[in-house]
């Protein structure tokens, strides 16, 4: 019986071996969640130098058949710079807008650099927290 639908499931709360509740639940499957993370101003993993000023906001993009209630917005993350001479500049960004920080750290990339987004958490309708665990690497074009 591991790979049938159950549509409906009995619960009973028991109390000292004498019932004291019973429910009737439905059971519904939640289709596996296809999530893209991408930087509005990205195209196919790459962001281009004149495009790097006008990157706004981080996006979570989910499949049509996932449920809305289930959706998470973006609650922080570090943003990792690393350039071609092998620098590095990490901050945390809080939320999904790009910040003041962010945008001046941005600002500075050249052609080549990398950008490296970890340690992401979001945020469901819920206020219920949950680890992105996604790493999402931006190639400065």
Do not use: W
């Not at 906001?57 to 071609?84: F, G, R, T, V, W």
């Not at 600002?107 to 665990?133: E, F, H, P, V």
């Amino acid at each position: 019986m591991p790979n049938q639908e159950i549509p409906e499931l009995k619960i009973k709360l028991y109390y000292k071996n004498i019932i004291v509740d019973s429910r009737v639940v439905m059971v519904e499957r939640i289709p596996t969640a296809n999530i893209t993370m991408r930087f509005d101003t990205e195209i196919d993993g790459k962001i281009s130098l004149s495009q790097l000023g006008s990157t706004s906001k981080l996006l979570l993009e989910y499949n049509a058949d996932y449920p809305l209630q289930l959706h998470n917005k973006i609650n922080n993350y570090i943003l990792s710079c690393k350039n071609l001479n092998g620098g590095m500049s990490i901050i945390q960004v809080n939320g999904e807008l790009i910040s003041e920080e962010a945008k001046l750290l941005l600002k500075n990339l050249k052609k080549g650099d990398t950008l490296t987004l970890s340690n992401i958490t979001g945020r469901n309708a819920s206020n219920q927290y949950s680890n992105l665990g996604s790493k999402l690497v931006v190639v400065v074009d």
